[in-house]
């Protein structure tokens, strides 16, 4: 043991200084500069992170709908609209089938008066910007609902027109998801949990922000076969011109960068937790519907299907067909891709 330390004189000792304020200061300074380096070399990896997550999601359900497809010889049924629409009357127009006596006037009003919703139709409000830029409402044809419906997509889902946007707590006359009447908290701007946003309300003493969903058939009860004379129905479709009048045009070179034909029509439906894909339906299912973690927190978080429908004026109907997945933006496989090497930066 050195002993020299205690033969100094202690006012040696008083002499030995620590680092001055200017040193220290220093060495903050120091660490700062290096701190920021850090921050700005890691700048923009969780947006990267999040495109590179989605660009697996994308493939991955991309395959997954394919072998659905090859299994159950069709598409996922009761998809997702992205509009709102004013739902038709009787108010027995529900976005799940377990309630018998709702679903009986159902079926009867459909054999009856076709359950036609020819008002209210729009763009979601809650649809991320560049997802809604993307698509157009256009009005749906017999050939078009035949194609869905030869394509296995009998069924499809709008949010209550009239909970799109209110103030204060709103009567839906959707039934909840336990068959009582229901009541809506809010607009869907504001909604508790998104993904829900096309699921079955919630009952009316309960009185939560969520979902406002009711869903409408495609085909005629009990034959199956696509319905005809659908009078005003419009779907979102995938980059064209705005059409409200008239079937909507092709999309050209917007159709051929996601896979598609320049003389294809697609129509853009979410994949939600009702679809035929997600649960025990089937034996290709998903456990939950995946969603897209980049967009805001109260916006639109379903990956949407890009599906080709007929849209001739004549010969056999084409069944509608998958042709791309898009997240929540609006964006493609492709794009994603682009987004995660740094090659597109929005």
Not at 108 to 135: C, H, I, M
Not at 178 to 186: L, P, R, T, W
Not at 209 to 232: E, H, S, V
């Amino acid at each position: 043991m050195n002993m020299e330390i205690f033969k100094r004189p202690f006012s040696s000792l008083k002499d030995e200084r620590g680092f001055t304020l200017v040193e220290l200061l220093t060495v903050v300074a120091i660490i700062a500069i290096i701190g920021g380096g850090m921050i700005a070399a890691f700048d923009g990896l969780e947006d990267r992170a999040a495109a590179g997550t989605s660009t697996g999601t994308i493939a991955s359900l991309e395959g997954a709908i394919r072998t659905f497809v090859v299994v159950d010889e069709k598409l996922p049924d009761d998809l997702e609209t992205l509009l709102v629409a004013t739902a038709p009357t009787p108010t027995a127009i529900v976005a799940q089938t377990d309630c018998s006596d709702l679903v009986d006037a159902y079926t009867s009003k459909v054999d009856k008066e076709k359950l036609d919703a020819t008002a209210g139709f729009a763009k979601a409000e809650f649809l991320a910007k560049r997802l809604s830029d993307r698509v157009e409402l256009g009005t749906v044809t017999d050939k078009i609902v035949e194609s869905l419906v030869l394509g296995g997509i009998t069924k499809i889902r709008f949010l209550d027109a009239g909970a799109e946007t209110p103030t204060a707590s709103y009567d839906t006359p959707i039934p909840a998801a336990d068959c009582s009447d229901a009541k809506i908290a809010g607009p869907v701007r504001d909604i508790d949990i998104s993904m829900h946003a096309f699921e079955a309300p919630q009952p009316d003493a309960v009185g939560l922000n969520r979902g406002r969903g009711w869903n409408m058939t495609l085909a005629d009860f009990p034959t199956g076969k696509a319905r005809t004379g659908i009078t005003g129905l419009q779907l979102a479709f995938w980059a064209v011109a705005p059409s409200t009048a008239a079937a909507p045009t092709t999309c050209g070179y917007e159709c051929v960068k996601v896979g598609g034909k320049s003389t294809d029509t697609m129509v853009v439906l979410g994949l939600g937790n009702s679809s035929s894909l997600i649960g025990e339906d089937s034996a290709v299912s998903l456990a939950h519907a995946p969603y897209y973690s980049k967009v805001l927190k109260n916006q639109y978080p379903h990956y949407s299907l890009l599906v080709r429908v007929d849209n001739s004026t004549s010969g056999d109907t084409e069944p509608a067909k998958l042709i791309a997945i898009l997240d929540g933006r609006g964006d493609f496989l492709e794009e994603e891709y682009s987004e995660t090497t740094g090659q597109k930066t929005s």
